[in-house]
């Protein structure tokens, strides 16, 4: 080999050992962490974040069956998020409900909703939304 072969092979060879050192992520969880369950979100968005709170409803009922009901809901957390977080986040959970539904069918909704006008949606999402 010549020379400039192996300096060549060296600083591939040490490139790919660079490279092969990697970094490691430690998950802690904290002494008050704490785990829920959530049948909701909703939330909204700012030019600097995105907010989004975790809910569960509880059915109330007043008086007889004629009478009003009403839905207690109770946010259990809110997350607060970058743009790139929240990016980021819609692309981990694309990719996993992709896998999800290729291993168990299309994911389906226990009450339909209707669809809404796509110039409604548009405006909806300008307008800074009440945070939780």
């Known amino acids: 080999m010549t020379e400039d072969a192996e300096s060549r092979e060296n600083i591939e060879s040490t490139a790919s050992k660079k490279i092969k050192k990697g970094i490691t992520i430690e998950f802690v969880k904290p002494e008050n962490f704490r785990q829920i369950y959530a049948i909701g979100a909703a939330g909204g968005h700012s030019p600097y974040d995105f907010r989004i709170g975790f809910y569960n409803d509880t ?74």
């Open 59 to 132: 059915p109330k009922l007043f008086g007889d069956a004629s009478e009003s009901r009403v839905i207690q809901r109770r946010v259990e957390t809110e997350v607060i998020l970058s743009p790139v977080a929240a990016l980021e986040l819609s692309r981990w959970l694309t990719q996993h409900i992709n896998e999800y539904e290729s291993v168990f069918g299309p994911i389906a909704r226990a009450i339909p909703r209707p669809r809404k006008e796509s110039a409604k949606l548009a405006d909806e999402s300008t307008d800074l939304q009440g945070y939780i």
